[in-house]
């Protein structure tokens, strides 16, 4: 009847086999009717749970999404088990090793001495000089000219010596033994305490310094799971991000078993859609996650909207800042546009800044800030019971190398707050006229680049409208310039740092030069007949092209796994 509930047919008939066996009286009659009952309850929850979550899903990506969703993972499979033919196994696998024989010609030099095991007797101290030397003088892109991107964010030569002053004063200190090295206690603490307050953080907000980047987004994420589970006994967590968030919130989904949900960043601000995220939100959501910059474009989320949004759905909001770090906080008062971002804005509950990014501390340093002390303890591990005493560390590792806590607390305080505002007047400076130049002043770059939408800090990416940007990449190369290679859509990235700043113009000029060389290989090409290699379509270089163009991208982990053993090979 209309307006009346009906038992699920299954419990239903398990209620009445109770009922009626229990009137003979048996007690191996109940005990099998008790079985009965419990086969059929875990039925039931099994159906729910599963009918759960299918409602999740068509409320998350939609009945289209779903199904597209569902297309995609069945091609992956289906060309999965393609690839593992045997005749298709063997070709791939030929391939693979070709390919993985070429990055070890490149990386491991055969004409180096090669050390494989200790010396006899201990060399003196200037023969391991001598070599130090000559292992730095070994061939490679010359990072202090400025031809590479991002990776050394250094803060010229002075500071580089105070920092390896700092080193030398604190070789062998631990945080970890904070009553030995109370030094390094003192640093670490104003550290955390000096970008707290370069986040705007209330009264009450703590934080800890990390290893990088990506240490301290895996303890955010630790963080949002344990507070997720004391507080709401979530066992199933899930955390939505954008595709372009930091490849580390994917590995601390791996890591901590929490199921990730990504959301596409559409053209033309490439930004994450808040709607779409919106829409993903359920019960077992325990983060959500934004950019201040993002890696890939430099873009920087809507923060103000994912805050209201994580106010309204009370789920945690993590920004991520290791690349925006100690630039984006100034942005403002060096007369650029900026974006709400950080602790003013309600619904961000942590926040993760590189020092050793535009911080320009040692590499090694990074740290992740929290609202409250108690979302900071959730990433704490204490053992009370270990039988070599009580332990208790603020994060993943136990011992840490406290020169790197000297190197950084000396950089902040040598640099200041007028030192980064110059920094930032620079850098984000440079990036402008960099992006002017691509859009406008060029005319050769404005007619074939594009800039992937509107980037503020300094980060900048671009992708060609009709040549294949990988072939722009290797020409970039071919010039000494180390550049970032993007997919999704294909594109290349520059990070800006202040070795760079020095040299964007030649940076410019070249990128010009490039342009014109691959429009003119285009031209003969087609003089010739051969036609036009045409718009990008992921087919080109020997990583990307793969990656671009198989729906299954097992080939493409076991080229990265191979690249990881040749970093290991002596």
Known sequence: MPGTSRMPVSLREGFNNVRNRSRAGSPL????????????LIFFLFVLRWTRRVLWKLKGRGLIGTIVELYVDLRRILYGYFLRMPGVRNQVKKQVDEAVGKLQTK??????????????????????????????DMDHTRWEDGFVSGAVYHGEDELLKLQTEAYGKFTVANPIHPDVFPGVRKMEAEVVAMVLGLFNAPAGAAGVSTSGGTESILMACLSARQKAYVERGVTEPEMILPETAHVAFRKAGLYFKIKTHLVACPAPTYQADTRAIARLINSNTILLVGSAPNFPHGIIDDIAALSKLA??????????????????????????????????LKGVTSISCDTHKYGFAPKGNSTVLYRTQQLRSYQYYVDPAWSGGVYASPGIAGSRPGALIAGCWASLMSTGEDGYLQSCIEIV???????????????????????????????????????????????????GWHLNALQNPPAIHVALTLPIVKVWEKLAADLEAVVEQEKEKERARVAEGKGAKGKEVGDSAALYGVAGSLPNKSVVVELARGFLDILYKA
Request: proline share 6%; with cysteine.
């Open 29 to 40: 009659a109940l005990g099998m009717l008790n079985l009965d009952l419990a086969r059929n």
């Open 107 to 136: 990386l491991v030099p055969l004409n180096a001495t090669r050390y494989l095991t200790l010396p006899k007797e201990g060399w003196d101290q200037d023969a391991v000089r001598k070599e130090l030397q000559t292992l730095a």
């Open 311 to 344: 106010v309204k759905k009370s789920v945690p909001l993590h920004v991520d800042c290791c690349l925006g770090s100690f630039l984006v906080p100034f942005l403002s008062r060096a007369g650029f546009e900026t974006q709400p971002f950080d602790f003013r």
């Open 429 to 479: 400076g440079a990036t402008k006229k960099l992006i002017a130049h691509i859009t406008t002043t060029s005319p050769v770059l404005a007619q074939e680049l594009e800039i992937l939408g509107n980037p503020l800090v300094s980060v900048i990416a671009f992708k060609s409208k009709t040549l294949n940007i990988y072939d722009i990449a290797d020409g970039m190369s071919a010039k």
